[in-house]
Nanobody, 124 residues
Framework: QVQLVESGGGLVQAGGSLRLSCAAS????????MAWFRQAPKKEREFVAA????????YYADSVKGRFTISRDNAKNTVYLQMNSLKPEDTAVYYC?????????????????WGQGTQVTVSS
């Protein structure tokens, strides 16, 4: 069992930056691929970024490529999402997810554990 707790969301102006953190419980964090998804009002949950268990390979949605960076610190059981050059369309609830696999996936159905989400609001 893995429990995930996100933090770092908030209100920021367009062009600004935020760093989200996701703290995971359990001693086997390093065995899990991790990802961030987001869900805007009246929209489906969408993939943002993923990272392999070792941190060596990352995946990004086209909409965030070049602006967002996913990373992880297995010693701290934490995964991060650095978000730069934020746009109003990035406004959403951001969710951290864990997958019992070394490889990341881009579909929410591939993930086994979810956090409660953290709100990110980007004003224009």
């Amino acid at each position: 069992q893995v429990q995930l707790v996100e933090s770092g969301g908030g209100l920021v102006q367009a062009g600004g930056s935020l760093r989200l953190s996701c703290a995971a419980s359990g001693r086997t964090f390093s065995y899990y691929a991790m990802a961030w998804f987001r869900q805007a009002p009246k929209k489906e949950r969408e993939f943002v970024a993923a990272i392999r268990w070792s941190g060596g390979t990352t995946y990004y949605a086209d909409s965030v490529k070049g602006r967002f960076t996913i990373s992880r610190d297995n010693a701290k059981n934490t995964v991060y999402l650095q978000m730069n050059s934020l746009k109003p369309e990035d406004t959403a609830v951001y969710y951290c997810a864990a997958r019992r696999s070394r490889s990341g996936g881009v579909y929410s159905s591939e993930y086994d554990y979810w956090g409660q989400g953290t709100q990110v609001t980007v004003s224009s």
